[in-house]
Each structure stands twice: as structure tokens, then as C-alpha cells.
């Protein structure tokens, strides 16, 4: 299926609208862009990257911020841009920190292609937050750490890097999830706040077979708190159930402000409604055949799109579970990362990736 959209491009103080045709991909609902549409917008970014507004005005609309403190914009002083479409612009003036990264760190397949060859086994960590801007750790899925292990990690890390952890399965695995208190409850109790400044996401995974159920969903999300140790917690979940694509599903969401993975994956459904106060995108279609991962076309496709959220806003074109779902327009964090598929060169793909919204 083809349809006609449009693509944001941003670059310093001008936004331009690229009308583009998508090709639907109805199997991992992704859509891609045509080879052509995709030059025009390396063409439209070269002539904005370099100051030459009437060349990029040719093939898109093109809007200039007012100011940083300003929630509106203005049309750039060329004639035949057109008129800016405030609702969709407002708010858009400044983005949110996008931050891209890997499941994990320990894996040997990187010693030696991501990680020096002379590099030990316990400066990994420390060589990896320098090289990315967040990791997402699935060790605390199946078991819990010390508080002293939290602290380690922390102090082996920038001070800007972010832990996402994936919450225990025995919280998300039970088949009453209004019963998951105590679960939750240890696991954010075992000493997860020693990470400080440094605590991400918490991402709450359901196993593929689990069902919306409105009112044990809702329970569940009503048991996640706010704050742990005085840390204000930001939570995520995952599902991998098409009954999930309701609009309820998203009405609750954005009740107790939980995010939703976007996920990028072969089998599991994308919802890509934003609820929270951050986006969470998981990339599992990569290749360990491909240098980077994703190839350059997706990477930059992916680039845009998390640019977009960052601004403040929604990507239309993606597959939601609640299309008719307009969330506030503000800067909103970005979390990108590279899982599952592809692992050999997920590093490269997170390192690719940042360069482009950096």
C-alpha cells in the first residue's frame, strides 16, 4: 500500500515539511520511503545545512522559530512557503534529550569489534557509557542486585548516562496483575535508587500471550508509584499482544502518564501512541549482516522520527493504538535502542544513530 505523508526535517532555527510517499510494510507495520522521496530530503537537509533557504523553499515548505521562549513559528521571509500549520508546530521550539544505546554490555561477540581486544572484562561498562548514551539491562529481569552493584555501576559512568532496567518478571508474569504489589515493591526496593541521577526507564515487559484486560491492566498500572526513595521513577511498558491496539488501552496510559514501547520488531505489534512523558523506542529488526545495524536509509528514517518526538511531537504514520489520540506538545526525552535482531552491530547502530540527532 502507498499513501502520501509528510516528514519534519529539522535543522537550526528552520523546520521544513517534505511531502513524501510511504510504502506500507503490513507485516511489521513500518512504513518506508521511496527511493526518491529519500533524496529529496538529503537535498532539502543540504540546502537548509547550508543556509540556502530559496533551494530547500523548491521542494518544501520551510518555517523559521521566532524565538527559544516563543511557542509559535513564522514562515520564512520567501515567497511561496506557505502558511504554517500551527498545531502541529507549537511547542516544537526546543527537543527533549535523545539517547540511543544497547541491550546490555557484556557480550562476546563485541570483544574486539565494538571493545578493544586489550580491554578487560570489568572496564567494559566504563568503555561503553563512554562510547553510548544509555544501556537498557535485562539481567534484572530475571534476578535482583545488590544495592552495592547499583552504586558500582553508577560510579563507573558519565555523569549524563542513563540505566534503563527491565523490571522482574515475576511483577509482569503473574496472571492476576492486580495482585503484582508485592512483586513490584521488591524489585524497586532492592536498591535500584543507588543509581541516582543515572536511573532511567523502568520497563515493564509482558510475556507475548498476555491479553488486554481493561480493569487488571489499569490495576496494574495504579501500582506503579511515582517515587521510590525520594527518586522520581519513570515507567514503561512492553506488550506483545494485539489486543492491546485499543483505544482504552491508550486512555489508561496516559491516565497514570506510563509510557509504551514503540517496537520496532518481525512478530510483536508497533504502538507508537505517545502517553508519557518520554518515548521509548526498541530497534529489533537489525542485521548482523549489516555494518550498522539498520541500513543508512532506515537509520536515517528512524533519525527524523526520533527528532520528531523529541519536539514535542507524534509520527502519524507509524501504527497506533488510538490514531485519534493527540498528546500535549512538549520536549519529551527520546530512548533508542538497538535490541535483539542485529546484536553483533547493535553498538554501531546506536553510535550511528546518535550522530544523527546530535
Known sequence: MRRRSVQLIREGDFTAEVEVE???????????????????????????????????????????????????????????FGEPKQEEFKGMTKSGTIRCGIGGWTFDPWEGTFYP?????????EYASQQLKAIEVNGTYYGSQKPET?????????????????????????KVLAEAGESIGKFL??????????????????????KFDADDFGAFLALLPEKQDGLTLRHVVEVRHDSFRTPEFTTLLAKHKVAVVCADHFDYPMIADVTGDFVYARLQTGSD????????????????????WAAGGD??????????????????DVFAFFITEGKVNAPNGARALQKRVD
Request: proline share 7%; aromatic share 8%.
Open 22 to 80: 510511504l510504502i506500507e510494510d503490513e507485516v511489521n507495520w513500518s512504513p518506508v520511503i521511496g527511493l526518491e522521496d529519500i533524496r529529496k530530503i538529503d537535498r532539502v537537509r543540504s540546502a537548509l545545512r547550508a543556509g540556502d533557504i530559496g533551494k530547500a523553499s523548491a521542494e518544501a515548505k520551510i518555517f523559521k522559530l521566532i524565538a527559544a521562549n516563543s511557542p509559535t513559528v513564522k514562515p520564512a521571509e520567501h515567497a511561496g
Open 117 to 125: 581486544e586489550t580491554l578487560s572484562k570489568k572496564r567494559q561498562l
Open 150 to 174: 547499583f552504586a558500582k555501576w553508577a560510579s563507573e559512568v558519565p555523569d549524563d548516562f542513563i540505566f534503563s532496567l527491565k523490571a522482574s518478571r515475576f511483577a509482569t508474569n503473574k
Open 189 to 210: 526496593g532492592q536498591g535500584l535508587t543507588e543509581l541516582g541521577p543515572h536511573l532511567g526507564p523502568i520497563l515493564w515487559q509482558f510475556m507475548p500471550t498476555k
Open 289 to 308: 549482516d549489516v555494518e550498522t545495524c539498520y541500513d543508512e536509509k532506515r537509520l536515517d528514517l528512524w533519525a527524523e522520527r526520533v527528532k520528531i
Open 315 to 332: 509520527i502519524g504514520d507509524l501504527a497506533h493504538a488510538d490514531p485519534g489520540h493527540k498528546p500535549e506538545k512538549k520536549p519529551r
